[in-house]
Protein backbone atom coordinates (compact mmCIF):
# COMPACT_ATOMS: atom_id res chain seq x y z
CA UNK A 1 0.00 0.00 0.00
CA UNK A 2 0.82 3.08 -0.04
CA UNK A 3 1.15 4.11 3.50
CA UNK A 4 1.86 2.17 6.74
CA UNK A 5 -1.62 0.01 7.70
CA UNK A 6 -2.78 -0.45 10.80
CA UNK A 7 -5.69 -2.86 11.81
CA UNK A 8 -8.14 -2.70 13.63
CA UNK A 9 -8.48 0.64 13.90
CA UNK A 10 -10.68 0.01 16.83
CA UNK A 11 -10.63 -2.58 19.31
CA UNK A 12 -12.87 -3.26 22.38
CA UNK A 13 -11.93 -5.94 24.77
CA UNK A 14 -12.90 -7.32 28.29
CA UNK A 15 -10.04 -7.13 30.86
CA UNK A 16 -8.25 -9.89 30.88
CA UNK A 17 -8.66 -11.19 27.53
CA UNK A 18 -5.91 -11.42 24.71
CA UNK A 19 -5.47 -8.67 21.50
CA UNK A 20 -3.58 -8.53 18.54
CA UNK A 21 -2.51 -5.73 16.56
CA UNK A 22 -1.41 -6.25 13.12
CA UNK A 23 0.89 -3.60 11.27
CA UNK A 24 1.55 -3.70 7.57
CA UNK A 25 4.45 -1.56 6.84
CA UNK A 26 5.41 0.43 3.47
CA UNK A 27 6.81 -1.97 0.90
CA UNK A 28 10.58 -2.02 1.43
CA UNK A 29 10.74 -0.01 4.60
CA UNK A 30 13.24 -2.55 6.34
CA UNK A 31 13.07 -0.81 9.77
CA UNK A 32 9.52 -1.05 11.97
CA UNK A 33 8.46 0.62 15.16
CA UNK A 34 5.73 0.26 17.62
CA UNK A 35 4.94 3.09 19.64
CA UNK A 36 1.92 3.87 22.29
CA UNK A 37 0.02 7.01 23.19
CA UNK A 38 -1.84 7.44 26.13
CA UNK A 39 -4.12 9.89 27.42
CA UNK A 40 -2.04 12.54 28.72
CA UNK A 41 1.34 10.79 28.75
CA UNK A 42 2.70 11.38 24.96
CA UNK A 43 3.68 8.50 22.95
CA UNK A 44 6.40 6.19 24.72
CA UNK A 45 8.57 3.72 22.80
CA UNK A 46 7.54 -0.05 22.99
CA UNK A 47 9.42 -1.66 20.62
CA UNK A 48 11.71 -1.83 17.04
CA UNK A 49 12.62 -3.91 14.51
CA UNK A 50 15.42 -3.28 11.68
CA UNK A 51 15.68 -6.21 8.87
CA UNK A 52 17.00 -9.24 10.42
CA UNK A 53 18.57 -7.94 13.42
CA UNK A 54 17.64 -9.07 17.24
CA UNK A 55 14.77 -6.67 17.56
CA UNK A 56 14.98 -3.68 20.67
CA UNK A 57 12.64 -4.66 23.06
CA UNK A 58 13.93 -2.01 25.54
CA UNK A 59 10.18 -0.57 25.83
CA UNK A 60 8.13 -3.28 26.47
CA UNK A 61 6.00 -2.19 29.43
CA UNK A 62 5.89 -5.68 31.11
CA UNK A 63 5.87 -9.90 29.88
CA UNK A 64 2.48 -9.61 28.86
CA UNK A 65 3.36 -7.99 25.61
CA UNK A 66 5.01 -8.70 22.88
CA UNK A 67 5.41 -8.38 19.00
CA UNK A 68 6.85 -10.34 16.08
CA UNK A 69 7.39 -9.76 12.59
CA UNK A 70 7.11 -12.19 10.21
CA UNK A 71 9.30 -12.32 6.70
CA UNK A 72 10.38 -8.56 7.65
CA UNK A 73 7.31 -7.32 6.84
CA UNK A 74 4.20 -7.45 8.54
CA UNK A 75 4.39 -7.20 12.23
CA UNK A 76 1.96 -8.68 15.07
CA UNK A 77 1.80 -6.76 18.97
CA UNK A 78 0.06 -8.93 21.08
CA UNK A 79 -1.01 -7.80 24.49
CA UNK A 80 -1.76 -10.82 26.60
CA UNK A 81 -4.22 -10.70 29.88
CA UNK A 82 -5.05 -6.87 29.19
CA UNK A 83 -5.30 -4.66 31.81
CA UNK A 84 -7.38 -1.50 32.18
CA UNK A 85 -3.86 0.71 32.19
CA UNK A 86 -3.10 -0.76 28.33
CA UNK A 87 -6.07 1.10 27.11
CA UNK A 88 -4.28 3.51 24.77
CA UNK A 89 -3.47 4.30 20.99
CA UNK A 90 -1.21 1.85 19.30
CA UNK A 91 0.65 3.42 16.73
CA UNK A 92 2.97 1.84 14.66
CA UNK A 93 5.73 3.59 12.01
CA UNK A 94 7.85 2.19 9.44
CA UNK A 95 11.34 3.83 7.60
CA UNK A 96 13.78 2.97 4.59
CA UNK A 97 17.18 2.28 4.98
CA UNK A 98 19.42 4.64 3.85
CA UNK A 99 23.37 4.36 2.33
CA UNK A 100 25.41 4.48 5.11
CA UNK A 101 23.18 2.75 7.22
CA UNK A 102 21.05 6.34 8.53
CA UNK A 103 17.75 5.43 8.53
CA UNK A 104 14.78 8.03 6.93
CA UNK A 105 11.97 9.94 8.66
CA UNK A 106 9.71 7.81 10.39
CA UNK A 107 6.14 7.01 8.24
CA UNK A 108 3.11 6.31 10.86
CA UNK A 109 -0.10 4.57 10.46
CA UNK A 110 -3.39 6.14 11.96
CA UNK A 111 -3.23 4.22 14.91
CA UNK A 112 -5.17 1.02 16.39
CA UNK A 113 -7.19 2.70 19.60
CA UNK A 114 -7.39 -0.20 22.54
CA UNK A 115 -10.24 0.01 24.79
CA UNK A 116 -9.99 -2.69 27.84
CA UNK A 117 -13.27 -2.79 30.03
CA UNK B 1 18.21 10.40 30.83
CA UNK B 2 17.21 12.18 27.65
CA UNK B 3 14.23 13.87 28.24
CA UNK B 4 11.66 16.01 25.82
CA UNK B 5 9.70 18.87 27.37
CA UNK B 6 7.03 21.00 25.88
CA UNK B 7 5.34 23.55 27.39
CA UNK B 8 1.86 23.99 27.55
CA UNK B 9 -0.38 20.74 26.46
CA UNK B 10 -2.83 23.22 24.64
CA UNK B 11 -2.42 26.68 23.01
CA UNK B 12 -4.97 29.12 21.45
CA UNK B 13 -3.97 31.50 18.61
CA UNK B 14 -5.66 33.89 16.43
CA UNK B 15 -6.38 32.82 12.83
CA UNK B 16 -3.44 35.06 11.25
CA UNK B 17 -1.33 35.14 14.54
CA UNK B 18 2.15 33.95 15.67
CA UNK B 19 2.62 30.56 16.31
CA UNK B 20 5.10 29.36 18.86
CA UNK B 21 5.31 25.85 20.56
CA UNK B 22 8.47 25.24 22.88
CA UNK B 23 10.30 22.63 23.17
CA UNK B 24 13.42 21.73 25.42
CA UNK B 25 15.17 18.81 25.51
CA UNK B 26 18.08 17.30 27.90
CA UNK B 27 20.95 15.28 26.35
CA UNK B 28 24.64 14.29 26.84
CA UNK B 29 25.25 13.82 23.57
CA UNK B 30 24.48 15.83 19.85
CA UNK B 31 20.53 15.55 19.41
CA UNK B 32 18.70 14.59 16.29
CA UNK B 33 15.22 16.68 17.00
CA UNK B 34 12.14 16.36 15.53
CA UNK B 35 8.91 18.16 14.64
CA UNK B 36 5.70 16.01 14.15
CA UNK B 37 2.21 17.15 13.85
CA UNK B 38 -0.99 14.43 14.09
CA UNK B 39 -4.46 15.67 13.19
CA UNK B 40 -7.30 14.22 14.51
CA UNK B 41 -8.12 10.45 14.03
CA UNK B 42 -4.49 10.58 11.71
CA UNK B 43 -1.04 9.44 12.42
CA UNK B 44 2.06 11.62 12.68
CA UNK B 45 3.28 13.31 10.00
CA UNK B 46 7.00 14.81 9.93
CA UNK B 47 7.09 18.99 9.66
CA UNK B 48 10.96 19.18 10.01
CA UNK B 49 13.99 17.64 11.30
CA UNK B 50 17.25 18.96 12.66
CA UNK B 51 20.44 16.83 12.07
CA UNK B 52 23.53 18.65 11.35
CA UNK B 53 24.81 22.15 10.15
CA UNK B 54 22.03 24.75 9.90
CA UNK B 55 20.59 25.54 13.25
CA UNK B 56 17.17 27.00 11.03
CA UNK B 57 15.13 24.48 9.75
CA UNK B 58 12.31 24.98 7.30
CA UNK B 59 9.47 22.59 7.11
CA UNK B 60 6.43 22.06 5.51
CA UNK B 61 2.91 24.21 5.93
CA UNK B 62 5.23 27.33 6.91
CA UNK B 63 6.66 26.09 9.74
CA UNK B 64 10.35 26.10 10.86
CA UNK B 65 12.75 25.76 14.37
CA UNK B 66 15.87 27.23 15.27
CA UNK B 67 18.09 24.72 17.44
CA UNK B 68 19.78 26.61 20.16
CA UNK B 69 22.70 24.66 21.57
CA UNK B 70 23.00 26.58 24.69
CA UNK B 71 19.49 26.88 25.20
CA UNK B 72 18.61 23.37 24.43
CA UNK B 73 15.80 24.02 22.81
CA UNK B 74 14.07 23.40 19.51
CA UNK B 75 11.02 25.72 19.02
CA UNK B 76 8.80 25.72 16.54
CA UNK B 77 7.05 29.05 15.19
CA UNK B 78 4.87 29.82 12.56
CA UNK B 79 4.42 33.51 11.54
CA UNK B 80 0.54 33.52 10.65
CA UNK B 81 -1.50 30.75 11.86
CA UNK B 82 -4.21 29.31 9.43
CA UNK B 83 -7.53 27.41 10.34
CA UNK B 84 -6.26 23.91 9.26
CA UNK B 85 -2.62 23.97 11.95
CA UNK B 86 -5.28 22.69 14.60
CA UNK B 87 -4.19 19.80 15.56
CA UNK B 88 -1.52 18.33 18.07
CA UNK B 89 2.05 19.00 17.60
CA UNK B 90 4.73 16.57 19.13
CA UNK B 91 8.95 17.26 19.66
CA UNK B 92 10.88 14.49 19.86
CA UNK B 93 14.64 13.73 20.36
CA UNK B 94 16.91 11.22 18.70
CA UNK B 95 20.48 10.52 19.64
CA UNK B 96 21.65 8.65 16.98
CA UNK B 97 19.76 8.14 13.29
CA UNK B 98 22.50 5.46 12.40
CA UNK B 99 22.05 1.50 11.91
CA UNK B 100 20.51 1.18 15.07
CA UNK B 101 17.33 3.53 13.88
CA UNK B 102 15.38 6.04 14.96
CA UNK B 103 14.50 5.28 18.57
CA UNK B 104 12.58 8.80 19.20
CA UNK B 105 11.76 10.20 22.20
CA UNK B 106 8.62 12.08 22.64
CA UNK B 107 7.57 15.09 24.63
CA UNK B 108 4.17 15.41 26.01
CA UNK B 109 2.16 17.06 22.83
CA UNK B 110 0.79 20.50 22.53
CA UNK B 111 -2.87 20.98 20.97
CA UNK B 112 -3.50 24.30 18.95
CA UNK B 113 -6.72 25.45 18.96
CA UNK B 114 -7.33 28.35 16.01
CA UNK B 115 -9.61 31.13 16.51
CA UNK B 116 -11.37 32.35 13.73
Known amino acids: GAGVSQSPSNKVTEKGKDVELRCDPI?????LYWYRQSLGQGLEFLIYFQGNSAPDKSGLPSDRFSAERTGGSVSTLTIQRTQQEDSAVYLCASSSRRPGGLTGELFFGEGSRLTVL | AQSVTQLGSHVSVSEGALVLLRCNYSSSVPPYLFWYVQYPNQGLQLLLKYTTGATLVKGINGFEAEFKKSETSFHLTKPSAHMSDAAEYFCAYSDEIKAAGNKLTFGGGTRVLVKP
Open chain 1, 27 to 31: SGHTA
